[in-house]
């Protein structure tokens, strides 16, 4: 790997006995899950719970699966900045469709519930 696409730290800092960093590889992993997630709410509507946010965060937990959990090379992958492309995705639309799948059935009955409202009232007529 050349060293212009290494990671590099792009921000950091100390909190109490904490040390955080922001490199350019979780920059580039939140740009993907960003993408992803709006992709998948204009495929999907409005029937997906916690609309846009969900989508996000599930393309996040998609993309952190495939690239620290399963470990699995694909041949010929691109790598950005430590990040494998076409892994991060796929994971990402795969875990997107799953979300889809496991909560259009229950956001659906949740939605076409009766609403109840206040009836009406006749207003009272002085004399």
């Known amino acids: 790997m050349s060293p212009i696409l290494a990671d590099l730290v792009i921000f950091t800092f100390a909190l109490g006995g904490a040390h955080f960093l922001l490199s350019a590889g979780q920059l580039l992993c939140w740009f993907l899950a960003l993408v992803i997630g709006i992709l998948a709410r204009l495929v999907f ?3 997906v719970p916690f609309g846009i946010f969900s989508t996000v965060v ?7 699966f495939a690239t620290d959990v399963v470990l699995v090379n694909i041949p010929k992958d691109i790598f950005l900045y430590d990040v494998p492309l076409l892994k991060a995705c796929a994971s990402a639309v795969v875990f997107e469709l ?7 059935r229950s956001y659906r009955n949740w939605t076409r519930r009766r609403r109840l409202y206040a009836t009406p009232t006749t207003p009272v007529q002085e004399q």
């Open 45 to 47: 509507g409005r029937r």
């Open 58 to 64: 599930i393309a996040l937990a998609g993309i952190w």
């Open 98 to 104: 799953l979300w889809y799948l496991a909560s259009y």
